[in-house]
């Protein structure tokens, strides 16, 4: 099985950065995904780590450590429709394509 | 672009009742997956599919079934729905190593 934690909810003021981490233990690790969710809306996919280290989107960063079990999701220039919640995502071994989700993070962006 | 397309976006039922909650998707992907989200809980795999036909338990399949006749369609069944399974409903279908793409969700609410 999979244990996947995060933070429940964090604030931040507008044009900040917030960091958004992720711990994870698994019995087997194919990658794993950050997805954005609006409130009363799909989840939408954000990035994608498989490898050790940082990927940049944009605003958007996000690290993985494999041998830490450890990821973060790095927004930075914080906007108002930043406010959502962030889903971390681990994807098993298997070739289905299976995720095992954290419960979420939601961050509140303040003017 | 994907488009993951469920029936509902809000259904209310009574306790009891046989639920059909469908799922479409248009982009010829093997994968469909069902998935309910509870708050504190994140999303939770209730079934999954990897082709017309073929199903496979996640890791909350008691009380429900599916059913997958075409390759584009993945409908999750409540046989005899019950409060605790007031929830929002996501489905989400993926082609290979593809992120999974979801639809908008389904908020079931059992009365």
């Known amino acids: 099985g999979q244990n996947i934690d995060q933070p429940t909810e964090m604030t931040a003021t507008e044009g900040a950065i917030v960091q958004i981490n992720c711990t994870y233990q698994?019995?087997?690790?194919?990658?794993l995904f950050w997805y954005q969710q609006h409130a009363g809306e799909a989840p939408t996919f954000l990035s994608y780590n498989v490898l050790d280290g940082l990927e940049e989107k944009g605003r958007f960063s996000s690290f993985l450590s494999r041998s830490k079990g450890y990821s973060y999701l790095l927004l930075k220039e914080l906007q108002m429709k930043d406010s959502a919640s962030y889903l971390c995502?681990?994807?098993?071994?298997?070739?289905?394509?299976?995720?095992?989700f954290g419960a979420g993070t939601q961050v509140v962006v303040t003017p | 672009d994907v488009k993951v397309t469920q029936s509902s976006r809000y259904l209310v039922k009574r306790t009891g009742e046989k639920v059909f909650l469908e799922c479409v998707q248009d982009?010829?992907?093997?994968?469909m997956f069902w998935y309910r989200q509870d708050p504190g809980l994140g999303l939770r795999l209730i079934y999954f599919?990897?082709?017309?036909?073929?199903?496979e338990k996640g890791d909350i399949p008691e009380g429900y079934s599916v059913s997958r006749e075409k390759k584009e369609r993945f409908s999750l069944i409540l046989e005899s729905a019950s409060t605790n399974q007031t929830s929002m409903y996501l489905c989400a279908s993926l082609d290979r190593d593809q992120p999974q793409h979801f639809g908008d969700g389904t908020r079931l609410s059992i009365l």
């Open positions: 982009m010829d992907h093997e994968n």
């Open positions: 698994t019995s087997g690790f194919n990658g």
């Open positions: 995502a681990v994807k098993g071994p298997d070739s289905w394509g299976k995720l095992q």
């Open positions: 599919s990897y082709d017309v036909k073929m199903k």
